[in-house]
Structure formats: C-alpha cells, structure tokens
C-alpha cells in the first residue's frame, strides 16, 4: 500500500520558537495533503486541506498565520507551528491522497511537546 | 458530510468476532461507507469502506443496512492488535479524502 511519512516523529521546542513538520508520500505524488491534530483522548480534528502550489484551505477557527502550511511538491507538505506554546502541543497527523482513489494514507504522527 | 453514532467503548475476546455498530440515519444517497481504525500512539489506517453492498477484505467485513442508515464493521477473530479506536466516517462521492473524524468506538481485546 501507499507509504506516507512524517518527520519527526517527536519534537520538544521551547515556547515561542517554530518547529516544522513534514509529511511526504513515498511512492506516490499525492493530489492533495492533510493535516489534522488529536489531544490526548479525543478525535483527529481537522486543521487544514493542502493542495500542491496552493494555498492551503484552513478549517474555521484555525489561525492560518500559526499554522503555515506549505505545499511545495507533491510528495511533500509541511506545517510550522509559528510561536509555539504550551496549549499547542499535541498529535499532529497528515494524510494524503491521489487520483480517484478513496482511502487517505496516513502518516504515523508527530507528538509535538511545548514546554 | 452527514454525521455517524457509535458506541464510546466495546469488549471483545481474543479469537472470537467482533461487531462494531454505527448509525447514519441521515447519510445521503452518494455518501461512502468508511472504516478506518487508529492503534495506539499512530496514525489512522483504512479498513474498509462500502456504499451499498456489502464488502469483504483481508481485515474486515462490512455489512450495510437495507436502507443504509446503519452499518457494522465485522472483525471475523479478533486479536490483540486489534485493539484500537475505530471510526466510522462518511464520504460524499465528490469528496477528495476529507474525513471528518467523530469519536469512534474504544475495541477492547481481553486475551
């Protein structure tokens, strides 16, 4: 099956720096990217919807200013979380798709720690 | 996307099967059946999905209601690695891999 990838898997940054997170489709250039965030004991809730040389499409009540996605290729996209803080940190999974086909491939997550 | 109810939590032994309810009463003539299941600590993984007839793969089965307003994910023996949250999400047709995640269903597995 198709492979998507996150890189790091864990982070910890100091509160008010940037981190970056990459997603990447292995084996396959992915139409369209992903991002969603998961707090401890809840459900993925989605953050963003990427498209490749686009501007990403943000869900309401997302602050597209902290969190800038680019999507520079299609196998790659990347969220920076801008200023980070304590309250952001949390589960952040990407997922991608391609063509026609109906199932998201996810990655595996990366557990971000503001302290 | 029309919204689905599971139950919070389930139990299930080691080895025998497993059904994982879910209610779409309002579900529309176009929307597709999902079933991812998260492990913990990972990403989602897709298990199956179906709009009308029932569907079987290497994972699951899926059974789907005459009217389709109710679906059930079928683990025909469950193990250990089986245990995981299992969301039932639905997908319009014209949709492009958006899914909308509700809480899913806890799936115990006791040895």
């Known amino acids: ?115 | 996307d029309a919204k689905t109810t599971q139950p919070n939590s389930m139990e299930s032994n080691e080895e025998e099967p497993v059904h994982l309810p879910c209610n779409h009463s309002t579900i529309s003539g176009t929307d597709y059946i999902h079933w991812y299941r998260q492990l913990p600590s990972q990403g989602p993984e897709y298990v199956i999905h179906g709009l009308t007839s029932n569907v079987n793969n290497r994972m699951a089965s899926l059974a789907i209601a005459e009217d389709r307003k109710s679906s059930t994910l079928i683990l025909h023996r469950a193990t250990l690695r089986d245990a995981a949250v299992y969301y039932c999400i639905l997908r319009g047709s014209s949709n492009t891999g958006k899914l909308i995640f509700g809480q899913g269903t806890t799936l115990q597995v006791k040895p």
């Open chain 1, 1 to 115: 099956g198709a492979v998507v990838s996150q890189h790091p898997s864990r982070v910890i940054c100091k509160s008010g720096t940037s981190v970056k997170i990459e997603c990447r489709s292995l084996d396959f250039q992915a139409t369209t990217m992903f991002w969603y965030r998961q707090f401890p004991k809840q459900s993925l809730m989605l953050m963003a919807t990427s498209n490749e040389g686009s501007k990403a499409t943000y869900e309401q009540g997302v602050e597209k200013d902290k969190f800038l996605i680019n999507h520079a290729s299609l196998t790659l996209s990347t969220l920076t979380v801008t200023s980070a803080h304590p309250e952001d940190s949390s589960f952040y999974i990407c997922s991608a798709v391609y063509g026609g086909n109906t199932e998201a491939f996810f990655g595996q997550g990366t557990r971000l720690t503001v302290v």
